[in-house]
């Protein structure tokens, strides 16, 4: 089966940029999206197609896929940014496959 | 605008029965895929099963193939499953999620989940 892997945890100071990975075998040949969850609530769509925004989501939030590397940027941390982020990908013989989540702290 | 319910959570004994559902508002039902996923306390996120816009599509994850059943009601706009031999292992919070109009296989919205704890 499938899998992707992310740190446990990353910590940033207001202002600066975090960045978050996600590993898997040939990663940059699927598409990736990333979800932010705070303590207490469901998930939030922030990217999706790699590198694509939703409506809503503020322009900090960026992502790039390639190789076995997906990568979630937030530039400019604020402290409302502190949650789990999770990325996510399809593959054919395994459907829909988390990765373990990232919590990342501003401080 | 969009929303998601879900609902029928509860306590239950190891090999009891629950039923959940998700009532769906805002959007034509009927176009999108939705699936169940998962999250155990204090863990990640586990997708456990989708089921196509017209039903004619379903799949499990293998943690609770034989055990859970999909099924929706879009004349009723609204998404159920049927979780059988329950295990202590299967508490968690509950969600259902759309899954977005682009490619990619990503889901752009959730309910707010229910919890689901299987003790004796």
């Known amino acids: 089966s499938y899998e992707v892997t992310q740190p446990p945890s990353l910590s940033v100071s207001p202002g600066q940029t975090a960045t978050i990975t996600c590993s898997g075998h040939n990663l940059g040949d699927k598409y990736v999206c990333w979800y932010q969850q705070k303590p207490g609530q469901s998930p939030v769509l922030v990217i999706y197609q790699d590198t694509k925004r939703p409506s809503g989501i503020p322009a900090r939030f960026s992502g790039s896929n390639s190789g076995n590397t997906a990568t979630l940027t937030i530039s400019g941390t604020q402290s409302m940014d502190e949650a789990d982020y999770y990325c996510?990908?399809?593959?054919?013989?395994?459907?829909?496959?988390f990765g373990t989540g990232t919590t990342v702290t501003v401080l | 605008q969009v929303q998601l319910v879900e609902s029928g959570g509860g306590l239950v004994k190891p090999g009891q029965s629950l039923r959940l559902s998700c009532a769906a508002s805002g959007f034509t039902f009927s176009d999108y895929y939705i699936s169940w996923i998962r999250q155990a306390p204090e863990k990640g996120l586990e997708w456990i099963s989708y089921i196509s816009s017209s039903g004619s599509n379903i799949y499990y994850a293998d943690s609770v193939k034989g055990r859970f059943t999909i099924s929706r009601d879009n004349a009723k706009n609204s998404l159920y499953l049927q979780m059988n031999t329950l295990r202590v292992e299967d508490t968690a919070v509950y969600f259902c999620?759309?899954?977005?109009?682009?490619?990619?296989?990503?889901?752009?919205?959730w309910g707010q989940g229910t919890l689901v704890t299987v003790s004796s």
């Open positions: 999620a759309r899954e977005g109009a682009a490619a990619g296989r990503y889901f752009d919205k």
């Open positions: 996510q990908a399809w593959d054919s013989s395994t459907a829909y496959v």
